[in-house]
């Protein structure tokens, strides 16, 4: 797909999922994690000092920096594959949790597109865990979690469309746009 995906316009596409939204505390993270995450799946994280990237695997969440995951100063984060998405935002001593699963069988009808912006930074070298993208005129580095070797990456997005019907001065309006999105994954941006 690559960077088919941008040159291309917007592939309108339907199917099914199930989406969910709930809080939890803190001391709960672990346990939604595993409940939630059954397959590997990749995860961002918002520090208040950086953002991080890693692997979960069994649940685990396993960070590129080696650096242990504390909860006490993150902002939020998303843990992602191709079938979904669990996106979390902290606040206090709790999180605000939204579940999405493209599935089949889902419960509900789903109508959207898919997209790929392009993540700062250059290929500046690819290391055991991944490769590491540096812009040096923003100042910013960070290691992305993918095997494949290419001078730029994207993020692909799934963007879901809602739709309102509003009355504005008697008559009916239609309207449409992004209700939410969620990441999908990763890849090369091939010119």
């Known amino acids: 797909m690559s960077i088919d995906l ?5 592939f309108y596409q ?24 059954k397959q590997e799946a990749t995860v961002v994280v918002w520090f208040i000092n950086k953002v991080s990237w890693g692997r979960v695997k ?15 100063l993150v902002l939020e984060l998303r843990i992602f594959n191709e079938q979904e998405e669990l996106y979390l935002k902290k ?6 949790a939204r ?21 700062w930074g250059t290929n500046a070298g690819y290391g055991q865990q991944g490769v590491k993208l540096e812009d040096s005129n923003r100042k910013i580095k960070m290691t992305i979690p993918v095997a494949e070797d290419s001078k730029y990456y994207g993020l692909v997005t799934r963007n879901y469309i809602g739709f309102s019907d509003n009355e504005v001065s008697g008559a009916k ?14 890849e090369a941006w091939e010119d």
């Open 6 to 10: 941008v040159k291309q316009s917007l």
């Open 14 to 37: 339907a199917g099914k999922s199930n989406i969910s939204s709930f809080t939890f505390k803190s001391d709960c993270f672990e346990d939604i994690i595993a409940q939630y995450i």
């Open 58 to 72: 069994g649940g685990i969440i396993e960070l590129i920096d080696n650096e242990p995951l504390n909860l006490n």
């Open 91 to 96: 606040g206090n001593d709790e999180f605000r």
């Open 99 to 119: 579940y999405i699963c493209d599935t089949l069988d889902g419960d509900m009808d789903v109508e959207f597109v898919d997209s790929m912006g392009r993540l």
């Open 173 to 186: 309006v239609y309207l449409a746009g992004y209700d939410d999105y969620r990441f999908l994954r990763i």
